[in-house]
């Protein structure tokens, strides 16, 4: 714990350093940057929406991420997880703590940052007819 009061770009790289302390294999994949309607092997689930950087899944988000792909993982948090936080487009305090939660259920380590592990374990919306609208359903790809 810090017993000194902070400022200025210190005390942004200290604060960012603890919240968000990826592991290894997280530190290497890049910054999810958009949601992405992917196809699926499942005939029943073909399109599911995922956050990727430039459609692949291999993506990472924490605390301060914004944008389309933490959009992404907020839709599939509350739709098919039950974590009832904002779809804002902003990973912020509950949004982690919604991570959290999925990670805690499935044995995963709890560090709050979206990764491949916390992608593989999570339920995702998926819509049955066409990779646009309205998700109609949820979809484990375990």
């Known amino acids: 714990m810090f017993t ?4 200025g770009v210190f005390a942004a790289a200290a604060v960012a350093a603890v919240l968000v302390t990826p592991d290894a294999a997280q530190a290497a ?3 999810c940057n958009q949601g992405s309607w992917g ?5 029943s689930y073909p399109y599911v ?4 950087y430039n459609g692949d899944l291999n993506c990472v988000l924490g605390y ?3 944008g389309q792909a933490v959009f992404a993982l907020q839709n599939s948090l509350n739709k098919c997880n039950g974590q009832g936080i904002a779809i ?4 912020g305090v509950g949004t982690r703590q919604a991570v959290k939660n999925v990670q805690q259920r499935y044995g995963l380590t ?3 940052v979206y990764g491949r592990q916390t992608n593989l374990a999570m339920n995702w919306s998926f819509n049955a007819f066409t990779s646009v609208g309205t998700p ?7």
């Open 4 to 7: 000194r009061a902070m400022s």
């Open 64 to 66: 301060g991420s914004a």
């Open 110 to 112: 709890q560090d709050g």
């Open 49 to 52: 929406y995922h956050p990727t």
């Open 88 to 91: 804002d487009g902003n990973f």
């Open 136 to 142: 109609s359903g949820c979809y484990n790809p375990a």
């Open 39 to 43: 196809r699926t092997s499942v005939p």
């Open 29 to 31: 994949a890049p910054q």
